[in-house]
C-alpha cells in the first residue's frame, strides 16, 4: 500500500511515495539521501539511527516512514550550516569523544534532545541520558565529558 | 617523560592535536559500505540455515523467483559450476562458500537471493523453501574428539577424527619435573568463552564488475585490502579476476576490532553475482548475521603454576582446547596457528614452561578472530594472571607484593621468555607502583580488612600484563606467505604540502591524525598540511593492515623512515641551495642549515620547491619517499591494572568502584589518541569480563543472537576510568613507539575477574570465568554455603 | 530486519479505529508507540495484515486528578510520565519505573497504554498496574467498559482485550496522606527487560497499621503477577521487620520463573525475596 507523506526534513519541506512498511531509517538513508543516520542493530538498542521527531530523540529502525507525515525531523546533516559546528560537534571533536565515528550521529542527535530537557546534567545523569546509544570504541569517558563541554557552552550561550 | 620537538603548530610526536578526520564524521559526511550507492545497484541477501548440523535435501527457488524484483536465487550448486563453492582460509583450511550439500553450523549462508532492492530481497529470501535433514551436532568441544562423535569433515583427505591439530612450544620434560618438585603447585581450568565484537557498523561489501572493462570494483568492510585483494584472486584467479584488475576500497570503517579481517562467503557470493549479473550488488549484514558469525576466544585452558614456598614462581604449563567451529578460519600468522598465546608466561622471571593445545571441530561457526586482540594474547594473559592470584591466595601473599618480587626487572631487558619471545623493554615495578599510587592501593587493602570484619565483599584485583604486538620480522610472520611488513609511500608536493599513503586501514584509530604528526615530527612540515590516505588498493602501497595493534609498529616505522630519505635526499638539495657541501649541512626540524651558521638555512618548503624547479644536476626531480617496513623484532606493550569492586551477598551485584590503568606503549605520538584507545579498549574489556558471551544450547542453536541479549555495556556499565602511562621506549622501533589499541582489552578482564574473586575468596570461592555475572555470583555463593 | 508487507492505516478517532478494526478483522493490529509491536514485526515474529496507527487520536494523554482517581490517557509516552511534576510528586513509582524502561529515546515514543496492553510478563509498566490495583477503561465498537487489573493478563502476550478493543485510560486510587509506593528491578544492564522486579504500594493508617497493600511482580511469571499471600499477610498489620522477611520469603516460593540466560531459577527467587523486601521498605519509607 503506497502512501504520501508531506514533511519537513532539516527545514525543507517534501513530499514521498511511501510504502506501509517503508522504516524511517531507510527513508531517510534511501530516499532522501541522508546516509549520516546510521543502522546498526535493527533491534532499537544501539542508537545509530537516532534523529529528532518534532524535537523528540527517536530511533528510526523502529519507526515506520508513513507515520512522520506531517513531522519536523532533523538529522545529523541539519543541525549546522555547513562548515561550522553545533556546540555539541564542537565539543565532540574538542574532547575526542568519536573514533570510527559511526555511533557519532545518533549520540549527538540524542545529546540536543538530552541537554534541551536537563541544561546542567552530572555525569550520572549524562551516562543514563545516552544509556540507548552503544559506542564500541571510545568507552564513553570522552562523551560524557564532551556532553558536559557542550552543556556550559550552550548555557553561556544563551545567557 | 617524553619531550616533543616540535611546535605545537607543527605538531610532531608527544602533541594532543585534534583529530583531522572528525569533521566528515561530526556532519553525517563519513562514507561507510552501507552510504555507497552506485548505478543500478542491486541487493542481496543470503538465506540462512536454522539448523546447526543437517543434510540439504532440496533447495526450490520458484517461490522466489516468482516475485516481482528477484533476479536470482544462487546456490551452493551453482557456484560449484564455476569450482566457487569452497574457499581457502588463513591457515590452509578450507570453507565452504555456499553448501551443496551439508551445512555445519547454525545460521550458514545455503543461499542467496538478488534482487532490486532490500524489501524485495528480504522477502524473497523468506521465499526460498529449503529441506533439510537435520543431524546430531558436535557442540560440545571435549566431545568433539570422542570415538562415536561424527567425522565433521569427512571431504578432507586423511582426516579420521575431528581433531585440526596439535601445537605444543617448551620443554614439556623439565617443566613437568619443576611442576612435580615444586612446594606450591596451583591448578584450575579457566575457559574464555566465544565473545564477537560487535562493532557497530556489521560487515557488508558492493561488488561491481564490469563486463566491458573486465574490472572488478569492491568497496569492502575490511581492516586489510591488499591481502583481500590477493585473496581474491586466488581465490577466483580460474574465473578470470586477475590482480591487477582488482580494486578493493575500504571506505570508513564503523569499528574493525578484528571482525572485518576474514573475506566471510557472503563477500564472495556478491563478487560472484555481480560477475554474472554484470551490475553492482550491495550485500550488508544486520546484526543478528553478524553476531552468529565469527567469534573470538573459545579456549579452556587448564593451567598449572609451580612456586617454592615463598612465592617465587618456577614453571607454568598450559594444556588448551580451542574451539574452531567446522573449519579453522583463524586469523593468525601462517607459522603461529595459535598466535602469540606462548606468551603466556607473562611479566615473570623464570626458567620453565611448556604449551600445548589440540584444536577441534564442532558444529559452530567458524572465526578465531579478534576481538580487540588478535593474536590470543588475551588468553594468554588471562591464564597467567588468575594464576599468580591463586598462587597469591594459596600462600597468603599480597598479589601485588607476589608480583612485584616475580617481575623481569628493568636491567634484564631484552629478555628472552621460557616460551621464545624476546621482551624488548619495560619497566614493570615502575609501573605497578604508579598504579598502586594512583588507585591508593594501601588504603584500600585497609579498607577492605574492615570491610571483611563487617562481613562485606570488597576485593582489589591486579592484572601485570605483557602485549607482543606488531607483527611482525619477516623471518618468522607471513599471512598466506605475504611477510608481514607494513609501508609508506610520501609525496611532498613543490608547495611544501604533503600526502602519505599507507598499507594499513583506520578503523577509527585516528591515522590520518598520527601519521600526519610522524611525519610533522620527521619533517617538520606541519600536520595540518599532510594529507593521509589509506584503503584503496588502487592508491596505496601494499601492506598487510590493520589489526593486532601493528600500524605503529610497522606503518609508523615505515612513515619514518621514508621521511628520513626524503631528509637525507633534501639535504642534498640544500646544500646545493645554500652552495656548501653536503657535509657542511645540519638539520633541525623543519630546516637545514649550514654548520657554524646557522642565519644561512633553507626550510623543508624551500628544498621541496627546489626539489622541482632548481634540481641539483644529476639529481632525479620530485620529493617522494617509499619505505617497506620489515620490522626486526615485535613490540611488548605492558601494563598495570587495578580494579576495586564491592560485591552484594545477597543479589551478587558487583560494583566496580574504581579502575585504575597505567600503559606502557614506549613514545606516544598523540596522547589524546592514546588515552582514547586506552579507555575504548577498557570497555571492552568489561564487556567479556562481566557481559558478553555467545551463548549455545545442546542443539548449536545460539541463544543470543540479538543486541537484546547479547550484552554490550552501555555508558552506565561502562566505569569512569582513570588513566596514566610510564614511557619505556622501545629500543628497535625507529620513533620508540609500541601499539597499544588492544593492550586494555587483554589487561582489563583479568584485574576485574581477580578483583571480583578476591571480594568473594573469604567466601571460599578460588575461581569463577568470566563472564561473571551477578547470576553467576549468586550461584557460586549458594555452592560455597 | 525489514517488516513484511501490510497495509497502513491512520485512525484519527477512536470511532476511526473501531471502523477500520471491524472491516480488517481479526488480523488487523493497532500500534501506538510501536516499540513493542515494531520489532516482532521486523523479526517476523508477526505478521499482521493491516496495522491501525492510534498514536495521532486526539484526547488520549493526559494525567490528572478526578473523581478521586488518578487518570492516566493511554496514548501518555513513558517521558511524559517521568516528567510529570504530579507523579514526581504523588506517584514516585512511576518514576522509579521509567526510568527503567528501555531507553530514553525509546521511552519518547513508547506509552504506557502499550506497554500494558502488550500484554507482556517482562514489560515493567503491569507490575506497578498490579501493585496500584488499576482499573483499565477500554472502548471497542460496542463501547466502553471496565477491565479490574487482576481480570486483563490471561497469558503470554494474552489479555482480555478484543482484538477490536482499546485501552483508553488507566485509573488508580488517588493519592492519599499515609500511603507510598516504590518499584525496582534487576537488570543485566540498563534498558534490559528484568530479571526480576518488584511493585509496592501500600496505605498505612495514624498508627502505621497497613491499611492496603499492593505487592506486583515483573518477569518471574508467565503473566504479570500478583503476591496475594504477602499481601494478606501485610494487610491490617504494623509492618515490621519480621513481616517484611516473611514477605520476602513468600515472593521467593511463590514466584514461578525459569532459569534462561537472565539466571538461574534459585538466583530470580532470591533476587525476587530481595526486591520484594526492598520495594516494601522504599515504600514504607514514602509512606512515613
Known sequence: MKHEITLKINGESITKEVDSRLLLVHFIRENLSLTGTHIGCDTSNCGACTILLDGKSIKACTYLAVRADGSEITTIEGIAEDGTNHPIQKAFHDQHALHCGFCTPGIIMRSIDFLEHNPNPTEEEIRWGISGNLCRCTGYNNIVKAIKQAANEMKNETV | MFKCKTSPEVGGMGHSVKRKEDARFLHGKGNYVDDVKLPGMLSMVMVRSPYAYAKIKNINKEKALKIDGVLAVITGNDLAQYNLHWMPTLLSDTQMVLPTDTVMHQSQEVCAVIATDRYTAVDGAEAVEIDYEPMQAVVDPFKALDEDAPLLRPDKEGQKDNQIYHWEQGDRDKTDQVISNADIVVKERIYLPRIHVASIETCGCVASYDKDTKKLTVYLTTQAPHAIRTVLALVAGHVGLSEEKIRVIAPDIGGGFGGKVPVHPSYVVAIAASFLIGKPVKWIEDRSENLVNGFARDYHMDCELAANKDGKIQAFKVKTLADHGYTDASANPSKYPTGMFSICTGSYDYEHAFAELDAVYTNKVPGGVAYRCSFRVTEAAHAIERMVDKLALKIGKDPAQLRMENFIKKDQFPYSSPLGWNYDSGDYHATLKKAMEMVGYDDYKLEQAKKRKEGKLMGIGICTFTEVVGAGPSKDFDILGIAMFDSADITVHPTGKAMARFGTKSQGQGHETTYAQILAEELGISYNDIEIEEGDTDTAPYGLGTYASRSTPTAGAAAAIAARKLRDKGKKIAAHLLEVSEEDIEWEVGKYFVKGAPEKSKTIQDVAFAAYTNIPPGMEPGFEATHYYDPPNLTFPNGAYICVVEVEEATGAIDVKRFVAIDDCGNIINPMIVEGQVHGGLTQGIAPAMYEGIEYDDEGNVLNGTLMDYLVPTSVESPHWETGHTITPSPHHPLGAKGVAESPTVGAPPAIANAIIDALSPLGIEHLDIPITPAKVWDAIQAHK | ?288
Open chain 3, 1 to 288: 530486519m525489514i517488516p513484511s508487507n501490510f497495509n497502513y492505516h491512520k485512525a484519527n478517532t477512536l470511532k476511526d479505529a473501531f471502523a477500520l478494526s471491524s472491516s480488517l478483522g481479526e488480523e488487523a493490529k493497532y500500534m501506538s508507540g510501536g516499540h513493542s509491536l515494531l520489532p516482532m514485526m521486523k523479526l517476523r515474529f508477526a505478521t499482521p495484515t493491516d496495522i491501525i496507527d492510534i498514536s495521532k487520536i486526539e484526547g488520549l494523554s493526559y494525567i490528572r486528578e478526578e473523581d478521586n482517581l488518578l487518570k492516566i490517557g493511554a496514548l501518555t509516552t513513558q517521558v511524559e510520565m517521568e516528567r510529570s511534576s504530579l507523579i514526581e510528586e504523588k506517584y514516585p513509582i512511576f518514576k522509579d519505573a521509567s526510568k527503567l524502561i528501555a531507553d530514553p529515546a525509546v521511552r519518547n515514543c513508547g506509552t504506557i497504554g502499550g506497554n500494558i496492553a502488550h500484554g507482556d510478563a517482562a514489560n515493567d509498566q503491569p507490575s506497578l498496574m498490579i501493585a496500584l490495583r488499576a482499573n483499565f477503561v477500554v472502548e471497542g465498537p460496542n463501547g466502553k467498559r471496565n477491565i479490574s487489573v487482576d481480570d486483563f493478563f490471561h497469558g503470554f502476550y494474552m489479555t482480555s482485550l478484543d482484538p477490536s478493543e482499546i485501552l483508553v485510560e488507566i485509573q488508580i486510587p488517588q493519592y492519599v496522606d499515609g500511603s507510598g509506593s516504590a518499584y525496582h528491578k534487576v537488570e543485566r544492564k540498563v534498558g534490559d527487560y528484568a530479571t526480576s522486579g518488584a511493585a509496592v504500594y501500600l496505605e498505612l493508617d495514624g498508627s502505621e497499621y497497613c491499611k492496603q497493600i499492593g505487592i506486583g511482580l515483573t518477569n518471574v511469571s508467565a503473566t504479570p503477577m500478583r503476591l496475594s499471600r504477602a499481601e494478606d499477610l501485610l494487610k491490617g498489620k504494623v509492618i515490621s521487620n519480621e513481616l517484611i522477611q516473611e514477605a520476602g520469603k513468600i515472593a521467593s516460593e511463590d514466584c514461578e520463573p525459569s532459569s534462561d540466560l537472565r539466571g538461574s531459577e534459585a538466583y530470580k527467587r532470591s533476587v525476587t525475596n530481595t526486591l520484594t523486601k526492598d520495594m516494601i521498605n522504599a515504600a514504607l519509607g514514602r509512606a512515613k
